[in-house]
């Protein structure tokens, strides 16, 4: 069974570049939740989606920053016009039915570096 | 702020030693958990304890919840190096729909 896969494993971007990172969950999970991480602290929620709906966005800034899971193919964040401070971890989870607390299970990452 | 705070930030033991980490949370919760993060590596999770339990275990790994003080333990007995590792507790907010909420972490160190 593979795991939650993301890429690229490594990003790097100038300042004013767009930045995309794919997240494909592990088979049979339809249900994927964004993360950020900045040295030394823990994981931020960003966004949880399922299969082409957004369901919680609460944790995504409002500009630059969207998300998606369409019916084919991986979920996408994606990060316009990147500025210095967007350069962190960026994790993605996957869970199987989206029951409440479930746990998740987590893929390596992307390291965004924004030049 | 955080809904869980790891305590100690950063831990370092002798091979063989047991390790404790503590999390304290704020708001009542459904379940909490526990993850582990190797340096450079995704989560990988640990364990899961009810609201309506106490005290849980798997392998070398025991976890007690006290939600009267809204505080979880972890143990780690008869530690090995690679157990070497930050560990992050996780809570689900009773009411705050389904996001995973992280705590700040310990950072363990087992030395050889």
């Known amino acids: 069974n593979a795991g939650v896969m993301q890429n690229p494993r490594h990003l790097v971007r100038r300042r004013g570049q767009e930045a995309r990172l794919r997240c494909s969950p592990m088979k049979g999970h339809s249900h994927v939740y964004w993360y950020r991480q900045l040295p030394e602290e823990g994981l931020k929620f960003m966004v949880y989606l399922q299969k082409e709906n957004i369901i919680d966005e609460s944790g995504m800034p409002k500009e630059r920053f969207s998300a998606e899971f369409p019916k084919e193919g991986p979920s996408i964040l994606r990060i316009q016009q990147v500025v210095r401070g967007d350069s962190a971890a960026y994790f993605c989870?996957?869970?199987?039915?989206?029951?409440?607390?479930?746990?998740?299970?987590f893929g390596s990452g992307t390291q965004l570096s924004v030049l | 702020s955080q809904q869980g705070e790891e305590d100690p930030q950063a831990l370092s033991i002798q091979e063989g030693e047991n390790a404790t980490m503590n999390c304290s949370y704020k708001t009542s919760i459904n379940n909490l958990q526990w993850y582990r993060q190797n340096s450079g590596r995704g989560l990988v999770h640990l364990i899961l304890i009810r609201s309506n339990e106490r005290e849980k275990h798997s392998g070398r790994l025991r976890v007690t919840l006290d939600t009267s003080k809204k505080s979880s333990s972890l143990l780690i007995t008869a530690s090995r190096a690679a157990d070497t590792a930050s560990y992050f507790c996780a809570t689900v907010p009773t009411g705050g729909g389904n996001k995973l909420t992280f705590g700040t972490g310990t950072q363990l160190k087992v030395e050889l």
């Open positions: 989870a996957s869970s199987p039915s989206g029951t409440l607390g479930e746990k998740l299970f």
